[in-house]
């Protein structure tokens, strides 16, 4: 199966603030595109989630936060190389007759890729999500972890 690889940089700080910038305007020219535009506008919008990336000498571990993310929206491949995490997060529902006041909760489609370092056994890659914590354990392969050469 052909995955597209999508990459976003891994320090998202202009996205963001392009994203706050939107969502400044849209707040102040509100009463122009109707109340729920000016508290919602960061509401389906494509983002990356944070992430951790560690390593050992026998592998390596990436963490993302995706809190009230179901794990069957989670969708994670390696092609060439690359780790791809993508899925969505799912909009609140508001009660009926309730108007968002401030919603912050980034929601609809997410990616990440990660460049996964030299060796990794693809095969053996595995996944947990708990208490929001997405863990990806990506082990090396056994000819490039280290090893002590025993003198005859």
């Avoid at 891994?10 to 535009?37: C, H, K, P, Q, Y």
């Avoid at 890729?113 to 990794?120: A, R, T």
């Avoid at 947990?128 to 863990?135: F, I, K």
């Amino acid at each position: 199966m052909l995955v597209q690889v999508r990459r976003y940089p891994t320090n998202n700080s202009l996205w963001n603030e392009i994203a706050d910038f939107e969502s400044e305007i849209d707040r102040v020219f509100g009463g122009v595109l109707g109340s729920e535009a000016a508290v919602g506008a960061k509401l389906d919008r494509h983002y990356s989630p944070s992430i951790s990336v560690v390593e050992n000498e026998n592998d390596a571990l990436l963490i993302a936060e995706l809190p009230g993310v179901k794990k069957d929206d989670i969708k994670i491949s390696v092609e060439n190389n690359v780790l791809t995490l993508s899925g969505s997060r799912q909009r609140n529902t508001l009660p009926e007759k309730a108007t968002w006041l401030r919603n912050e909760i980034r929601t609809g489609e997410f990616s990440r890729s990660v460049q996964l370092p030299e060796g990794i056994d693809v095969s053996k890659v595995s996944a947990e999500l708990t208490n929001g914590l997405l863990r990806v354990t990506l082990p090396k392969a056994e000819e490039v972890k280290p090893r002590e050469i025993r003198i005859n």
